[in-house]
Structures are given as C-alpha cells and as structure tokens.
C-alpha cells in the first residue's frame, strides 16, 4: 500500500484547508484511516480516524472543527479543517491499517498564520 497526502499549506487564522491522501497499490481490506500530525518540537499525534468508513474518532482539540472522510471508490481519505488556529500549524501524515499491517504516507505541511 502506497499514500499520498496532499492538500498542505499557508491559510489564515479561521480559515479552511483539505487534506486528501490516496491510497494505491493492494488496497483491499484497509479498515482503518487515520490523520496524525506533527508540530515543531513536538510527538507525532493522532488527529482523526475512521473505521470501516462509517465510525469516526477525533482528538479533542479538533473536534467540531475537523471532519474525516473516506472515498471509497477513488480510494482516498479526506480531511477537512475548518476554524483553523495557529497551534494546527503541523505537518500532517495520513496512515493505513490493513491486516495488522501499518503504513504511513509523506507529511503535508500546514502553516496557519495572522
């Protein structure tokens, strides 16, 4: 399994911002995507999932404010942000679980500012 996040990069306080990632290769079975990031100086962490495509789980700082999503047919899980705040500057990584097995796809970068 290959993933390919995209959708980073410089949005306003308040403003909104979508994260996509494809996923490619053997992509049968993958029951769980996941959204984590990562801010300077700071561990990697867990921002969003979704299970099975239909349940949801997000971090406290997020909720109300980030939806994930999946499509099934294009294979990509989405991650849209709204009301965006200076501490969700991070780079953002997308993540697949599919038979036990992990995968992780390159960071995106989002810088939100004044």
Do not use: H
Request: contains cysteine; neutral net charge.
């Amino acid at each position: 399994v290959q993933l390919q996040a995209y959708g980073g990069g410089l949005v306003q306080v308040g403003g909104s911002l979508r994260l996509s990632c494809a996923a490619s290769g053997s992509t049968f079975s993958i029951n769980v995507f996941s959204w984590y990031r990562q801010a300077p100086g700071k561990e990697r962490e867990l921002v969003a999932l979704i299970l099975s495509g239909v349940t949801t789980q997000y971090a406290e700082p997020v909720k109300g404010r980030f939806t994930i999503s999946t499509d099934n047919l294009e294979n990509t899980v989405y991650l849209q942000m709204n009301s965006l705040k200076f501490e969700d500057t991070a780079v953002y990584y997308c993540y697949a679980k599919q038979n036990g097995m992990s995968y992780w796809g390159q960071g995106t970068l989002v810088t939100v500012s004044s």
